[in-house]
């Protein structure tokens, strides 16, 4: 079960191998870096929001999240020195991000040598999910790159050589930290431990140490806050849906991208040149056998317990490219097939995304800025108030009346909660009443108000407003504004007046 480590290396291997890491380095900055400049979802809003506070505010936020604190205390620290422009902020992730290609190549350099090793780092650089993260200012990346680096860390158990103190120590200091990044990370571990079980016995007291190491620190720090952010998290958690077929195609379009249109060209080549699939699963096992001990626990767990979903499939995004890369290295040189991968993926992010978004949130906060007027209502349902907000207050424009619906979601502004359970009907009619009788008392001061309705994702939420407004208000169907992409939470923008008599 041991790999199988290059025999010593020669200077032309050298000069290869650098300048395999400044081709991954250069593709990866792009990758990173090209529309990191869009406008901030409603996550990132919050990450920003809550880096800005001081140490003590941060962390009081972070207890009442469901989100471990390294990755925003490392925000914290990283804004103060960079500032919240959007490449600036975003660029942390991508800095992880490009460490993760990097890991990932010496991890696959040292299970298969260098050739395959490109690809593997080509592959995971190209993939959609490692892009995503990498222009998303959460942890995301950060958690690859720990898993990442758990995992190269955990082969090194299977040789006696490597099987020393200061490896053991750094694999821990590895693990404490993603177990103070993302709750998923236990899954790598899960994973591992699977593997260590089944596979490795005559190592099994040294592993069960170590793994206990690198749990204490979180059992101890952060295991009560836990207990209390538990209670958060079926908020939290509740747009999460239960595992079906959708989500495993979601997570295979994520994870290889571009890969699956050059996969069937690729298998028949090698299958042409005599490669034989089953036995290099058979030589090698630890890579997909590691996939599915990490992924497949949480995906049954979520038929029980829905808990997992595609951002947190990246534990298993290494793995995967782990897995399907040396089935491919018998297609063309190494080069060749990397090569394809990130030339395929810059044309199709160059045509499928735009520089800008005609809704995106900062286009919505300027839509309202040209339209809107002193002491006019604004009324944002889903997530929409928290990124246009962010946006908005930055112009210091206009003085709006800014609402929420339902006026929960400013309880947990990063994330809509059971607002969708239908037992919560009644009470949601009952406060749109409310909020429409508190607007037509601004009318005596205000004979002009105007209300813009900006209508989320749930229909069935927004027509309980729409029905109380329409009673009192007209909807002035000229200026209605429809948005088919930009903003993940909106769909239309509807302007009310006061009924003409």
Known sequence: MAPSYPQATTALDQNHSRIDVLLLVFCSSFFALYNSNAAYTSDEVWSINTAHLNYSGLMTALKADVHPPLYFQLLHGWVRLFGTGEQAVRGLSGLFYIFAVLALYRLAKDLYGENTALLCAALYACSPLAILSAQFARMYSLLSLLSILSTWLFVHFATERRNTLPPIALYVAINVLGTFTHIAFFFTLFGQIVFQVLYRRAQLKRFAVAIVLSVIPYLILWAPVLLGQIGNSAEGLAWVKKPRLSMLT?????????????LPIALYLSWRRGFKFW???GSNPLPPLLLVFTIVPP????IIKPVFNSRLAIVGLHLFALTVCPLLKRTAAGYVLALLLVVLTGCFMVVVHPSSEACDNRALAMYLVQNARDNDVAIFTSLTRMPVDYYFDQTGSKKLVKISFPAEIDDHPGYE????????????????????DRIGSMQSTNPTLRVFFFHGLHPEIDAILEKELQTRFEVLQDQEVHCTEGSPYLKTISVYRVQAH
């Open 417 to 436: 909660g059971r607002i969708s359970d239908p037992a919560n009907r009644p009470t949601l009619e009952r406060e749109a009443r409310e909020l429409v």
């Open 279 to 281: 036995k290099e699963f």
């Open 250 to 262: 979601d997570v295979l379009l994520l994870y290889g991208g571009v890969l699956w249109l050059l």
């Open 299 to 302: 995906v049954l767990i979520s």
